[in-house]
């Protein structure tokens, strides 16, 4: 089953305003990832948090984790028409470390 | 630095063709490798990965193979396409077990 799913599966907003995306999993894990992909392209690695922080940011970005609800969120500030893109949150779940298991993803659309 | 190289860029095939996809990572030795298919506005499905030369572990049974002949070489392969191959094939590396760095991605169309 997939380990992170996505919540929403899509969003639009107002440039400026902030967007907010969510994460659940299933199973104990290590660390938590999110990823960024434009429209055709490759991901791009965003921020990691391990499973003993509570908190993360990076720029815009902030990542939250609560391993007690296995959730998580991607919060951006002050979006920008630029910040359209699909964010994939992922886990390492039961992998060993090898594997990353990637959710379905959340679909941001800012509106300029 | 670190870069990984995928091609082509788009690719339509006939049902029933062979498939040769390469991928390519240079800046880092002995990267774990993968190999990743995306449906249109869906997530990731892991095909394959591979933690060394000549060592592959295979997430999903179907047609596609791959094979690591070189360090930083990743290639996957079909002998007959079906028309269910199509999608955005995505190749990656890890240099830790954590991060992982994608290719630009490869569109396969199969008609």
């Known amino acids: 089953s997939q380990q992170g799913e996505e919540d929403p599966q899509a969003l639009s907003i107002q440039e400026g305003e902030n967007a907010t995306m969510n994460c659940s999993y299933k199973?104990?894990?290590?660390?938590l990832q999110w990823y960024r992909q434009n429209s055709g392209r490759g991901l791009v690695h965003l921020i990691l948090?391990?499973?003993?922080?509570r908190e993360k940011h990076s720029g815009r970005l902030r990542v939250t984790l609560d391993t007690s609800k296995k959730s998580s969120s991607l919060l951006i500030t002050a979006s920008r028409a630029a910040d359209t893109a699909s964010y994939f949150c992922?886990?390492?779940?039961?992998?060993?470390?090898?594997?990353?298991?990637f959710g379905a993803g959340t679909r941001l659309f800012v509106k300029a | 630095s670190q870069t990984i190289h995928q091609w082509p860029a788009t690719l339509v095939q006939p049902v029933g063709s062979p498939l040769s996809l390469e991928c390519t990572v240079e800046?880092?030795?002995?990267?774990?490798l993968y190999w990743y298919r995306q449906a249109a506005g869906r997530g990731l499905q892991l095909l394959f990965y591979?933690?060394?030369?000549?060592?592959i572990s295979s997430e999903v049974p179907q047609n596609l193979s791959a094979s690591r002949p070189q360090d930083r070489q990743f290639i996957l392969s079909s002998k007959k396409l079906l028309l269910s191959d199509s999608g955005f094939y995505l190749c990656?590396?890890?240099?830790?077990?954590?991060?992982?760095?994608f290719g630009p991605g490869t569109r396969l169309t199969v008609l």
């Open positions: 199973t104990s894990i290590n660390n």
């Open positions: 591979s933690v060394g030369i000549g060592q």
């Open positions: 800046g880092t030795s002995n990267p774990n």
């Open positions: 990656a590396y890890g240099t830790s077990v954590r991060t992982q760095y």
């Open positions: 992922a886990t390492d779940g039961d992998t060993g470390g090898f594997k990353t298991i």
């Open positions: 948090i391990r499973s003993n922080e």
